[in-house]
């Protein structure tokens, strides 16, 4: 069974440019969440979507968006990059609805760099 | 209101002595419990968790936690280390029932094995 399915691997964008990111769940697991991680702060939550709703956002400015469609798959969009969002993007998918009870599978992430 | 506090960022071991990592919480409610491991540039993998019955919880590779509800800890631990056990450890929270619950995750500690 295919795992969580992150795209690109690793992106390099200069400051002001916008960016998507992909990420396709295990197949049967409807809610996906997004984490930022960077050395200095650690994992922090983007959102969480089930059945292309939004359920939960962090607290990260409107720049950051998201969505997911109806196959469950879901991307991310940073508009307007700053140099702080250099950091790796990690997808997680979860079996329940909207619970963490099974525990989340995650990608391996994206590395985004901003220049 | 949850949180988590991993007790050291970086844990070094000889290889074939003990593997204790920390990890305390904060929970209003009762918690389910998580750790991950992340290995250079992979996202996290599920190493055990507890949610209900049994505090002693065995995990993949050998790990094993205990939840103790009169501490407010899940410490995780492997009787012999291995080169291979070099990664990064999370400790992670979330609230027990239903609804759409955001995850709480530690800021992580890293383990060096020395040959």
Known sequence: KAGV???PRYLIKT?????TLSCSPISGHRSVSWY???PGQGLQFLFEYFSETQRNKGNFPGRFSGRQFSNSRSEMNVSTLELGDSALYLCASSLAEGQFTYGYTFGSGTRLTVV | ???VT???SHVSV???ALVLLRCNYSSSVPPYLFWYVQYPNQGLQLLLKYTTGATLVKGINGFEAEFKKSETSFHLTKPSAHMSDAAEYFCAVSPQGGGYQKVTFGTGTKLQ???
Do not use: H
Request: hydrophobic share 20%; no cysteine.
């Open chain 2, 14 to 16: 000889s290889e074939g």
């Open chain 1, 36 to 38: 930022q991680q960077t």
């Open chain 2, 6 to 8: 991993q007790l050291g």
């Open chain 2, 113 to 115: 094995v020395i040959p």
């Open chain 2, 1 to 3: 209101a949850q949180s």
């Open chain 1, 15 to 19: 400051r002001g440019q916008q960016v």
């Open chain 1, 5 to 7: 399915t992150q795209t």
